[in-house]
T-cell receptor
Framework: GAVVSQHPSWVICKSGTSVKIECRSL??????MFWYRQFPKQSLMLMAT?????????EQGVEKDKFLINHASLTLSTLTVTSAHPEDSSFYIC??????????????FGEGSWLTVV | QKEVEQNSGPLSVPEGAIASLNCTYS??????FFWYRQYSGKSPELIMF????GDKEDGRFTAQLNKASQYVSLLIRDSQPSDSATYLC??????????FGKGTLLTVNP
């Protein structure tokens, strides 16, 4: 079946630095990918929608200059957390829709990336 | 603002029993829903989606949708300890921007 892969699985960075997380669709093309964030014992919250070849659209309250999204190809979207601070420590998860799936409504999630800012 | 409500649990059932998980949603115009399973520290795994009123079965899982009552449920038959996880209900929304409930923690006791 379709697979969405994220890298790195976990990362520790120093406060003030930037960190990049990659999201790849391995066996299908994804014109749209989604980035979510999940704090401990809370549900997933959508941060932004990543659109191939165009600017990402951000949810209300999400700083676009802090969370840079690039979707340069049909299989890769990246999220860069700039000037990271401890409060950005969270589980970041991407997802993508497999448009070619027979049922057309299949959204798969990547494995997630744990970010710890120290 | 869409809202999806789930009982946070924990819901505890014995092995072999039927686990029933429930979800209500606020947007009467919502058309389809997903159920995901999430193990601690892992990302969600798709169980199934449903968009028609009534039941949809896939193996041990049955999803039920009642649009008039704005209610979605998931039944797990012959529950196994490996089913112990948090179950997330999600409203598909427009353009597949999912709105998740907070999830129900299910524990299946051997």
């Amino acid at each position: 079946g379709a697979v969405v892969s994220q890298h790195p699985s976990w990362v520790i960075c120093k406060s003030g630095t930037s960190v990049k997380i990659e999201c790849r669709s391995l066996d299908f093309q994804a014109t749209t990918m989604f980035w979510y964030r999940q704090f401990p014992k809370q549900s997933l919250m959508l941060m932004a929608t990543s659109n191939e070849g165009s600017k990402a659209t951000y949810e209300q309250g999400v700083e676009k200059d802090k969370f840079l999204i690039n979707h340069a190809s049909l299989t890769l979207s990246t999220l860069t957390v700039t000037s990271a601070h401890p409060e950005d420590s969270s589980f970041y998860i991407c997802s993508a829709r497999d448009w070619a799936h027979p049922e057309g409504n299949t959204i798969y999630f990547g494995e997630g990336s744990w970010l710890t800012v120290v | 603002q869409k809202e999806v409500e789930q009982n946070s649990g924990p819901l505890s059932v014995p092995e072999g029993a039927i686990a029933s998980l429930n979800c209500t949603y606020s947007d009467r115009g919502s058309q389809s829903f997903f159920w995901y399973r999430q193990y601690s520290g892992k990302s969600p795994e798709l169980i199934m989606f449903i968009y028609s009123n009534g039941d949809k079965e896939d193996g041990r899982f049955t999803a039920q949708l009642n649009k008039a009552s704005q209610y979605v449920s998931l039944l797990i038959r012959d529950s196994q300890p490996s089913d112990s996880a948090t179950y997330l209900c999600a409203d598909r929304g427009s353009n597949y921007k999912l709105t998740f409930g907070k999830g129900t923690l299910l524990t299946v006791n051997p």
